[in-house]
């Protein structure tokens, strides 16, 4: 029988798609102010892999992501979603953008060997976290690169983000390792 224990702390990344860029810097600016030191962006990259999100977003949407220097439990995905989702309808009620939902917010973690993101919505690959919040590992890495799933959503399968991803992957290990030489003083 295993032993239980405590999971290794994981890397907050947040995902912003908008087609406004102030609607970014405002998922920037409130990230920090959740998550805390931001320690990597992506670019904002052209989101156009499907128009499932243009009757609620408009068309040209671009995506980018944030991840952030302190490390979380992994159970702390599920306020973390909660969080973001309140944040998305602040946003809507203020910003006075025509959309009914001009930013999505999806946070999720990175750990060494997967990125996983927090959903609302259920299906079969996804498990069921609590308090309304389900999880999917939409990336796993393997043999020095991340590799998708056949549910993957399609611009997580792109190299630019894979890119984008390897280097979390690298900030990630380089934080927790300190953090590991620091609670070991």
Not at 43 to 72: C, Q, S, W
Not at 125 to 154: C, D, M, V
Request: hydrophobic share 35%; net charge negative; charged share 30%.
């Amino acid at each position: 029988m295993g032993a239980i224990g405590h999971p290794p702390k994981v890397m907050t990344i947040l995902a912003a798609f908008s087609r406004h860029d102030a609607a970014l810097d405002w998922a920037r600016d409130w990230g920090v102010d959740r998550f805390g030191t931001l320690v990597l962006e992506s670019p904002r990259f052209v989101h156009d892999e499907t128009n499932y999100y243009d009757d609620e977003m408009g068309a040209g949407l671009k995506k980018t992501f944030f991840a952030f220097e302190r490390l979380i439990d992994q159970d702390g995905i599920v306020q973390a979603k909660i969080d973001s989702n309140q944040a998305e309808s602040l946003y809507a009620s203020q910003s006075g953008l025509p959309e009914s939902r001009p930013l999505n917010l999806d946070p999720g973690y990175l750990s060494d060997s997967k990125f996983v993101l927090a959903t609302t919505k259920d299906h079969a690959h996804r498990l069921y976290l609590g308090r309304g919040i389900f999880a999917e590992i939409t990336l796993r890495y393997r043999k020095g690169e991340w590799q998708s799933w056949e549910w993957t959503y399609p611009d997580y399968c792109r190299d630019d983000y894979r890119k984008w991803f390897k280097d979390c992957r690298v900030k990630f290990r380089e934080l927790a390792m300190r953090s590991a030489n620091e609670e070991s003083v």
